[in-house]
């Protein structure tokens, strides 16, 4: 009988451990949503237009980087669970080596039209570390403060 | 694997040791050791993160193999981890990128 009071409150709680985490995917791009307008109007008001246009274009990539690889690698858990798919396996190669031709191509064009770009590109596209680092403090706040 | 450890270090020790000792010589031989440099840590960089994301997608679908129900937390840290094993290849070329131009 104790046993079963212990169990309840920890099967609840590991219930909404579950709920809480299994969020962190759709919080990460919700918080590069925010975060990037933020940061390309800082960047506007310190640096000027050029290097902002060049970090709201990183910050373009890095969304749609991050995009395409949460598809690749639910693409891959599908394959590797045995599950059915709509993706093709050809397909999750494709788009997984395509990122990085969109990265290059973006660089190239940022290189060629504004060299004085090219600094806010590549800080753009250290977005998602930004949101991870944020996801990261809000599970540790949520682990401390509320013992989820 | 320490083999390939030893011999990995061996070898970044060497292309960090090589433009050091070169920066006297840049004047009179042309040679840009600087650019050298980078190219090598970039190769190094991007080498070094494509093992790591190899050997974090082998254990992901090992992991996914043996166990299929714990794929949302094996998913969430495969991604996480990707993204975060890219950034450091790009934190290499944003320094070459400080110290070439």
């Keep these: ?148 | 694997m320490s083999k390939l450890s030893k011999l990995f270090m061996v070898l970044s020790v060497l292309s960090f040791a090589v433009p050091a000792f070169a920066q006297g010589e840049v004047a009179s031989t042309g040679v840009n050791w600087v650019a050298i440099a980078a190219g090598f840590s970039m190769a190094f960089a991007s080498g070094i993160c494509a093992l790591a994301q190899g050997k974090a997608t082998a254990a992901a679908a090992e992991s996914l193999a043996r166990n299929p129900a714990a794929r949302p937390g094996i998913q969430l840290a495969l991604i996480l981890g990707l993204a975060l094993i890219e950034s450091l290849a790009l934190y290499t070329l944003v320094i070459i990128f400080a110290k070439v131009k």
């Design chain 1, 1 to 148: 009988m104790p046993d079963q009071i212990h169990t309840e409150p920890d099967a609840a709680q590991a219930a909404t451990a579950e709920h809480f985490y299994s969020g962190a995917l759709g919080r990460i791009g919700g918080v590069m949503g925010v975060l990037a307008p933020l940061l390309v109007a800082a960047a506007w008001w310190k640096f000027g237009p050029r290097p902002a246009i060049g970090f709201a274009f990183g910050c373009a990539i890095a969304y749609l980087n991050f995009y395409w690889l949460k598809r690749v690698i639910a693409g891959f858990a599908d394959r590797a669970t045995g599950a059915a798919t709509s993706q093709s396996g050809q397909g999750i190669v494709f788009r997984f080596l395509l990122r990085y031709v969109l990265m290059a191509l973006g660089a190239y064009v940022i290189f060629t039209v504004s060299p004085a770009s090219l600094n806010g590109l590549l800080a753009g596209l250290f977005l998602p570390v930004a949101a991870i680092g944020c996801e990261a403090v809000y599970e540790l706040y949520a682990a401390l403060a509320r013992g989820v």
